[in-house]
């Protein structure tokens, strides 16, 4: 059995790490396994490496390394229940190992044409939710058409990902300041926000901030890092849009926002949710708690909005998310990564812009 336990604490780490789980987590998961079977286990996970060993005789050192693009929802949850199976006894490690490998090839739920269905959905919520003007969530809606159909172009294909925020950032600002220059489009700098909401990267910086809080420090300054350099490629592509038209930033930026819509962020978090649940491959019975926990942050960071400003508005929203997802999980209905992973999603751009 310790070469089945360990082929499949293997595999299993890395699909962990993978959907962009802490190696905090992925250690303390892997160890809660081996010990549900009464097997004594010393783990070292690394973003790109683990090492395993097992009984004092076993060990294993193997590469695993978070790809360009994401996992599907559906295999995170799927991947989740299989773990409270393994350490419930219902599965033996081989059995699992088979499962998890089932798992990891299953296909995305909404397939392309959802997938851009779903990011637009996301893209027009995140507008409402930062900038609840109608001419400016028509503006975005339409980068995020551009932005949409290049990202599902690029879906698993890892090389062309790797330069698509380079991509994306500048194909989106060059459409966007050719039509202000031309007078088609008004707008500022959060026109650009929903459009490129996908390469803004808020799970990485909130992942990687939990591991160094956690003494991780290889792991935790290696995501930083990692996150700083995907908005300095994000910036970069904005400014050569901006130099392909000489665009004045002053005249950009100058422009200040109307709110036109009372109800607009509960309707931008139903629309966000919505586009979620078909982009990321989300499971139907996942959905309702997605909702919850987006409702729970937004109620919570409106009521620090309105005490103290947006300091605390941040601070009671990710308190009152966090909270709320591990009931979720104590309850049984799913895994708190998953109800979390979107609203880390969501909760970045107000506050990079």
Not at 89 to 99: F, I, M, Q, R, Y
Not at 258 to 272: D, K, N
Not at 280 to 296: C, E, G, H, K, M
Not at 317 to 339: C, N, Q
Request: glycine share 10%; aromatic share 10%.
């Amino acid at each position: 059995m310790t070469g089945k336990l360990m082929e499949f604490l293997e595999e299993l780490s890395r699909a962990l790490i993978a959907s962009g789980n802490s190696v905090t987590e992925t250690e303390r998961i892997l160890r809660s396994i081996a010990g549900s079977l009464g097997v004594m286990v010393e783990v070292s996970v690394l973003p790109t490496m683990l090492i395993i060993k097992m009984g004092g005789d076993v060990s294993r050192m193997s590469l695993a390394a978070q790809s360009p693009g994401f996992i599907p929802l559906h295999q995170v949850t799927e991947i989740y229940r299989l773990i409270d199976d393994v350490k419930e006894g219902h599965v033996d490690p081989e059995s699992a190992l088979d499962k998890l490998v089932s798992i990891r090839r299953s296909p995305h739920r909404s397939g392309r044409l959802g997938m851009f269905s779903g990011y637009i959905l996301l893209s027009v919520g995140i507008a409402f939710l930062i900038q609840p003007d109608l001419s400016l969530i028509t503006y975005s809606s339409f980068l995020s058409l551009i932005a949409g159909f290049l990202i599902v172009m690029s879906y698993g294909n890892e090389r062309l990902s790797l330069i698509m925020p380079v991509l994306a950032s500048f194909t989106v600002s060059s459409v966007a300041f050719f039509m202000i220059c031309e007078g088609l489009m008004t707008g500022n700098l959060s026109l650009l926000v929903p459009p490129l909401i996908y390469f803004i990267p808020g799970v990485t910086i909130t992942t990687g901030m939990y591991e160094l809080a956690s003494q991780e420090l290889v792991s935790g300054s290696s995501r930083v890092i990692y996150a700083c350099m995907l908005l300095l490629l994000l910036l970069f592509g904005v400014l050569m849009g901006m130099q392909l038209n000489g665009f004045p930033q002053q005249e950009f930026t100058a422009i200040k926002i109307t709110s036109s819509f009372i109800y607009s962020p509960y309707l931008g978090a139903v629309l966000f949710a919505t586009g979620i649940y078909l982009f990321l491959s989300v499971r139907r019975s996942d959905f309702p708690w997605i909702l919850l926990v987006l409702y729970t942050a937004l109620l919570g960071q409106q009521i620090g909005n309105l005490i103290a400003g947006g300091l605390l508005g941040a601070f009671l929203g990710a308190l009152s998310m966090t909270v709320t997802a591990r009931g979720i999980e104590i309850a049984g209905k799913t895994s708190h990564f998953v109800t979390l992973y979107h609203v880390l999603i969501q909760e970045s751009p107000p506050r990079l812009v």
